[in-house]
Each structure stands twice: as C-alpha cells, then as structure tokens.
C-alpha cells in the first residue's frame, strides 16, 4: 500500500523523534529506585559528612534514598576506579574533590584517566582547612611561625593524613611558599594525627575545619590560620594564610561526579537539583558549619575548572617530590 506523502513525513518524523522523547522521558522518572553514592573515605570525615548532607537534601528533594557508601583505600581511588567501571545510569555517582585532582600526578599507574572517564555533574562547595598547633607551641601567629621554623629548619613535624592528602598538599604548598622546612610525618587518617598533636609528638597540621574546631575551641588545639583565600565563617576570627603570605590559596573543594557516559539529561538533572538545595538558606547554613561555602557550577563549568585544579596540584606534587604510601 502506497501512503500519501504527507502522512509518510509524519510517520518518519514521529519515529526519528522517539529516541529523543524516551530519554527525556526516562530523565524525567529519574530516579525511581535508589541511587548509591561512593565516598572514598572513611566515615565521619569532611568528606563522608559532606555527602550525607547532600545525598539527604536529594532525597528530599527527588523522592528516593541516596544511599552513601564509603569505600576508603588509596586515596579515594579504589571508589573512583568503582565508579568508572558501573553502569552509566545515575544510579552509581561518586563524591569527588581536590585528592582527585591530586592523584592524578601523585599516581602514575591508575587505571582511568579522572578527566576522561568521570563526568562532572556538580560542584557543591569550596572548603578550607586550618594550620593548627600545639597549645604549647612558641607561636601565636603564622608569622611567628615562619620565624621560628626558619630558625629551627627540619626540627618541627608536621603531621599529615597521609601522602597526598589534603593536609599534605596544603602544608607542602605552606612550606614552598614560605620558605620553610618542616619534617613531614603520615598518618593513616586525620583522626591518629589529631590525637598526636594534641599530646604534643607532632607541632603543626592543616587539617579540616569540620573534624578540629570542637578541639579549638576547647583550647586544646591553636588555629594560627585559615587556608582558603578568605577567612571562614566558622572561624571568623581566625586570619587567612594569605593575609601573610600573599598569593597562598589552599581552598578545597567537594563536588559530585558520574560515569562518563551518564546520560546528559540525567546529570543536567542533578545539577538543577544540587543547585537549588544549594540556594536553601537552611542547607547553606549546614554548610557554612562544616567550614565550607555553597559553590555551584554547571557540568560543563566543573569541568574546566577540575582541568586548572589539575594543573595547579600537579606543579605541588612534582616540586614536593610527593610519592604514595
């Protein structure tokens, strides 16, 4: 049977449209069933309380449950490689930040490329650590600091979560730019570190806001400095580093990512949604506690901006001559 033109270009057109208006469709149920969220750290960090508040304002916000899963090892690569390798569906997302722009120069033998094969969906906030001491310490302040240390080279440790962690690129950062030598000692994790520079082994950390200001403000710990280029709300009398050593920026991000070949539509969801849990004044709020602040980007902005994160971390690496444990 021979079908008038007319109605054969409306058939063609309908059909060459379904693919389109299925994955829309499929974008617009999203998600109907729970989606797991990897953290590649251990629980109660900044990085695990971080995505527990996100992952409950998506709940909220879309109806099913975020499902937070730590899988801690190698500096959150063993949670990257996981996710690299799950089904594209949004159903697998992945809590990523500054240790993933660090490991791609701290690691020269990963098995993903992070650039290429996880895509950005949302960055979610900017956080900054803070340089911590001793009580007994004999510095009050971070130029104090830098005369003592520049009196005493190599004679004071500096304790870290580890090589390549955040508090080791911060204070490797610290030391290149002010021009002073501190001996550095990793620890598995942040907390044994903490423990040992409360008792005294160890006399300065730069280490998160979120798991050392209850020790700060019980006096068993000294902030002399914030990271991030600006002070902190939750510590707002506490100067920034850069205040005396221009040019230090030690910020810090947490955002979300995907397998690379999540549907767009699935991650231009999740974006619109982050962002608008971002722009609620009781979700900044909880934020702002946790020492970080609301920092949303589209996809394709957290992708450039991981690029230059990238860059700038690996010029600290290869000048500290940092290696992995």
């Known amino acids: 049977m021979r079908l008038p033109r007319r109605h054969f270009l409306h058939l063609a057109a309908g059909a060459a449209a379904t693919p389109a208006v299925s994955r829309f469709a499929w974008a617009d149920v ?3 069933r ?8 251990a629980a109660a960090g900044p990085s695990d309380i971080a995505a527990r508040l996100v992952g409950q304002m998506l709940a909220d916000r879309l109806g099913q449950p975020f499902i937070v899963e730590n899988r801690p090892g190698a500096g959150s690569n063993l949670a990257t490689g996981m996710v690299v390798q799950a089904p594209p569906d949004g ?3 992945l809590l990523i930040g500054s240790p993933n722009a660090v490991n791609a120069t701290l690691y020269d033998d990963l098995s993903y490329n992070f650039i290429r094969d996880i895509a950005p969906v949302a960055r979610v906030m900017v956080l900054t650590n803070v340089m911590l001491v001793n009580p007994s310490f ?5 130029p104090e600091f830098i005369t003592y240390a520049k009196a005493n080279p190599h004679k004071i440790n500096m ?6 962690s955040p508090p080791h690129m911060l204070g490797e950062l610290f030391k290149m730019m002010a021009g002073v030598d501190l001996v550095t000692v990793a620890y598995r994790g942040g907390g044994p570190a903490l423990v040992d520079l409360i008792g005294g082994q160890v006399q300065v950390m730069f280490e998160g806001i979120t798991s050392s200001i209850e020790y700060v403000r019980a006096g068993k710990l000294r902030a002399l400095a914030v990271t991030a280029a600006t002070r902190s709300a939750a510590l707002p009398d506490v100067p920034a580093i850069g205040e005396f050593v221009p040019g230090y920026d030690g910020s810090g991000w947490i955002g979300m990512g995907a397998p690379k070949a999540t549907p767009t539509e699935i ?5 619109r949604e982050i962002n608008a849990g971002l722009a609620d004044p009781k979700f900044t709020a909880r934020l702002l506690a946790l020492g970080g602040v609301p920092a ?3 996809p394709t902005g957290l992708s450039n901006f991981i690029a230059s994160e990238t860059e700038r971390w690996a010029k600290v690496v290869k000048l500290s001559g940092a290696k992995p444990e």
Not at 34 to 41: A, D, E, K, N
Not at 267 to 271: I, P, T, Y
């Open 91 to 93: 159903y697998t997302l």
């Open 34 to 41: 729970p989606v797991h969220l990897i953290v590649g750290f």
């Open 296 to 298: 949303p980007m589209s």
């Open 159 to 164: 304790a870290t979560a580890g090589n390549g």
């Open 30 to 32: 999203y998600p109907s």
């Open 267 to 271: 991650v231009q969801k999740l974006n």
């Open 138 to 142: 004999p510095a009050t302040t971070v």
